[in-house]
């Protein structure tokens, strides 16, 4: 079966936005692994919120007999590893039509890139990629990828902890015993995340499958449960307070034990995982970092 792939900037997007979104509408991603579920809706400027996210964005369309089937995104963001800046390509968005599905698409793409990838300056420049997939039972999308194929180039990097709690209860956090993890060696993942608090109100909205209802969430700074950032988490608590059903999301890397003791302890549970999938031909190996942060409003 012979498929067609468009790769565009986010200036051309408006040629298959209507695809784009119908494909959106029929896509649901697992919470608390599996036990609930989300559907996404990206806002009226559809690539904002890939391209807040990095300095380069590309989208492939890909079509059969000039209907198109699926979509996925790479991101080009600048990350630092031991000190020295290298550019991440992030891989994410992957939609297929439930039509087209187990059909080696993803494979097919990815040979059709991997081949044109020497000759084409515009696949180039960046060093490592990774891409993240939520968990249902314990699994992602990484386990339909069969045979000879470049999507099992990436190995499991991390998994982390999503957390989406009433903000309220982070009040409780005892920050003076925040456990120590300044030593390691960790990865951000989301450099141009700043904000203590990132809303992405109208540019990614999460709808819960349970109710039909938009989560309010309130991203918080991927560092903020560490020692340099931790002064501004009741600042950014009250922000979310003041939003109407406002939750506050934030990832935890699962290998650090003690602090998600330390929410435990003050009833801060999730059973909400994604896992981080990584491939470093040209970067130290994110595989020994011993912490990734990111974003949750980048995943």
């Known amino acids: 079966m012979k498929y067609e792939f468009d790769i565009i900037g986010p200036e051309n997007i408006n040629k298959y936005i209507h695809d784009f979104r119908s494909l959106e509408e029929k896509i649901e991603y697992p919470l608390e692994n599996g036990l609930g579920n989300f559907r996404i809706i990206h806002g009226e400027n559809y690539h904002t919120f890939f391209t807040q996210q990095g300095f380069k964005t590309r989208f492939v369309a890909i079509k059969k007999r000039n209907k198109v089937i699926g979509t996925i995104a790479g991101i080009w963001k600048p990350i630092k590893i031991k000190n020295k800046e290298y550019a991440g390509f992030y891989i994410s968005d992957l939609k297929i039509d439930l039509d087209h599905r187990k059909k080696n698409i993803l494979r097919k793409l990815l040979w059709y890139l991997v081949k044109r990838w020497p000759i084409t300056p515009d696949y180039q420049g960046w060093d490592f990629n990774y891409y993240c997939t939520m ?152 595989n020994k970092s011993d912490i990734l942060y990111i974003s949750t409003g980048e995943i």
């Open 135 to 286: 968990l249902k039972d314990g699994k992602g999308v990484n386990r339909t990828f069969k045979g000879f194929n470049p999507a099992k180039l990436p190995s499991h990097s991390a998994t982390l902890n999503i957390y989406m709690v009433d903000p309220s209860t982070l009040l409780s956090l005892d920050i003076n015993s925040l456990p120590d993890n300044e030593n390691c060696s960790s990865v951000n993942l989301s450099p141009l995340r700043i904000e203590n608090v990132l809303w992405n109100e109208g540019v990614k909205d999460i709808l819960s499958t349970t109710d039909n209802s938009i989560m309010q969430l309130g991203h918080l700074h991927p560092q903020i449960l560490t020692k340099k950032f931790s002064s501004k988490l009741n600042q950014s608590i009250s922000e979310i307070i003041n939003k109407e059903k406002g939750l506050a999301c934030f990832a935890v890397d699962n290998r650090e034990t003690e602090k998600i003791k330390w929410l435990d302890y003050s009833g801060i549970t999730t059973n909400t995982r994604c896992n981080i999938f990584s491939f470093s031909p040209f970067a130290p190996s994110l």
